[in-house]
């Protein structure tokens, strides 16, 4: 099997993950912040160590700078037009039928959201296989905690398990969608273009990094906050230096 079809399957394999888990046990919340601190030191660690040096390897240093401020601006506005319910973990709902609500919003919301993160996946196709590889992996870890959070309530107060996996799931869709989009655009376009499409990628990244994966997984709640994420932000880091010297 070619290359481009794991990370495909990498790709979708956190919301589906996710899906599964919400529907059998909630992992504790601990695990579930480690898991998201872990993402944002992959995600980091790639914008500013593969993704900008490529991006002005390719352009030039005010095309990459201009890319990751475009990058963090559309990430912006799609949180204000499309508003989306972060899963902080730490603030369960204790109204069924606001959690059935809240689970269908934060689907909505999850869909639309994953059309980038499949294109910035793709971004990583026009740098090297190793970064396509990391890319993939942080948004499938990034995406299986929200995968928790939208098929759990749904199934709690429906009794569906299949419907509220099945239902859940489909958010990895638009992730394929983003995905071939962009791959196939990508390869009809200029190098200093390449240049910009890649920094955005990499502005993309740091603003879900910063306004979501960081502040989730620093949910202090009494005795469910650790240090340990500060060394799994660590660890995702160090994760893509060694993947970069393979």
């Known amino acids: 099997m070619a290359p481009i079809y794991y ?15 919400g529907v059998i046990k909630k992992p504790s919340d601990l695990f579930m ?10 995600m980091l660690a790639l914008s500013f160590l593969q993704l900008v040096p490529e991006s002005i390897n390719l352009s030039s240093v005010w095309v990459c ?24 973990l730490c603030q ?31 971004s990583g196709t026009i740098s090297s296989t190793q ?9 499938a870890v ?3 905690p929200e995968g928790i959070v939208t098929s759990a309530p749904y199934y709690y107060c429906t009794g569906k398990r299949l419907k509220a996996f099945l239902i859940s799931s489909s958010t990895a869709i638009p992730i394929i969608v983003g995905f071939i989009i962009a791959y196939f655009v990508f390869q009809n376009i200029s190098d200093q273009f390449i240049g910009f499409i890649i920094a955005a990628t990499a502005g993309l990244m740091v603003y ?18 650790s240090h340990s994420t500060i060394f799994s932000l660590i660890g995702g880091v160090v994760f893509v230096i060694l993947l970069s010297s393979l």
């Not at 979708?12 to 599964?20: L, M, R, V």
């Not at 912040?33 to 992959?42: D, E, I, T």
């Not at 109204?95 to 499949?118: A, D, W």
């Open 131 to 139: 970064a396509t590889f990391a890319i993939a992996l942080a948004i």
């Open 92 to 122: 369960p709902e204790k109204k069924c039928t606001r959690l059935k609500k809240t689970s269908i919003y934060l689907l909505f919301g999850i869909f639309l959201h994953n059309l980038p993160e499949g294109m910035a996946i793709a």
């Open 142 to 144: 990034h995406n299986i």
């Open 208 to 225: 879900i990094s910063a306004d979501e994966l960081i502040p989730s997984s620093c949910c202090r709640s009494e005795k469910k906050w």
């Open 33 to 42: 912040f480690n898991m998201l601190s872990f993402a944002a030191g992959v």
């Open 65 to 88: 700078s201009l890319g990751i401020i475009i990058g963090a601006i559309v990430m912006y506005m799609l949180d204000k037009l499309i508003p989306h319910i972060h899963p902080e």
């Open 7 to 21: 990370i495909l399957l990498i790709s979708i394999a956190g919301p589906i993950i996710g899906s599964a888990i």
